[in-house]
């Protein structure tokens, strides 16, 4: 399993609601989860079922230190808040881009037992649901980027003081 990289065509696609929770299923996200684990700089926090070529809906989020599953999520509703965030995406590399998200959302989803969990989220976890359910949906972070006319960063590396370095770019 590896995680595709923009312009692939398979980021575009709009999935379809999972109808079963199977084995098969629940080792895929498994595989996801150490994939994403293994992104340090940056680190994953999260990849969607679109980023490894996939067309069901489900991803996987990091919450604090443990990763969450998450499948056929729905936002139900959101606040009128929002926040700039400084995003960028596995799907891609070496590009960011600033981002209004709102600050907080309530969710439905089905954990990996098929339980329905409706949940207020706020902070990180509610950027990365947003971030993760636009992949569902065939949006890329950098469409919000250009949606919103905001500017885009390429990471250049690091100063003396390990302090990441960017610069901004025309896409």
Known sequence: MEVIKAPNSKLRIKTKPVKKINPGLLKTLTEM????????????VGLASTQVGLEESFFVAKNNKKFMMVINPKILSNSKKTKSYFEGCLSIP???GEVNRHTSIKVSY???KGETIIQELSGVLAWIFQHEIDHLNGILFADRVLEQKGKFYKFTGQDQTGTDVFEEVSI
């Open 110 to 112: 089905l954990d990996k």
């Open 33 to 44: 989860v150490k994939l994403t684990k293994t992104f340090k700089n940056p680190e994953g």
């Open 94 to 96: 070496t590009i960011w």
